[in-house]
Structures are given as structure tokens and as C-alpha cells.
């Protein structure tokens, strides 16, 4: 077992790291689509964890529900 401590970063040093907009990267969090935590307002993302799911991409389940629009009234 490794003893090695992740790379933390906010949302704002993810986004000058990768070039990527900060709000892809606040809204990948908010879906739990990448190893984050809170601490208190901010946002702290395993910077390692980021850059493997950059590299395989988003793998969504085939069985998961896609998000409809339907019409109210």
C-alpha cells in the first residue's frame, strides 16, 4: 500500500493546470464525475485522479437514465 499524498488543487489551479474552463470543471464535480472533496466553500479536486479521467473520458453506463425534457402543463 502506497503512503504517497494526492495532489490537491481548487478549481482555479485545475483550470490554469489543464486549460479547461472552470465551469467544466465545478460541474464535473457537482455530478461526481471526478474524486473531489469540500472543505468548508472550497472545492478540492485529486489532480491525478482529474488527469486519468481526462485520459479515458467520461465512461457512463449504458443502463444509467439519460435526462429527459418534457413538457409541463
Not at 23 to 30: F, K, T, V
Not at 34 to 63: A, M, P, W, Y
Amino acid at each position: 500500500m502506497s503512503n504517497e499524498v494526492p495532489t490537491m488543487t481548487t478549481i482555479i489551479e485545475t483550470a490554469e493546470k489543464t486549460g479547461l474552463a472552470k465551469h467544466y470543471i465545478r460541474q464535473c464535480c457537482l455530478q461526481n464525475k471526478i474524486v473531489h472533496v469540500r472543505c468548508g466553500k472550497r472545492i478540492l479536486i485529486n489532480f491525478n485522479k482529474f488527469v486519468e479521467f481526462l485520459n479515458t473520458g467520461d465512461q457512463l453506463s449504458v443502463n444509467e437514465p439519460q435526462s429527459k425534457i418534457r413538457k409541463l402543463g
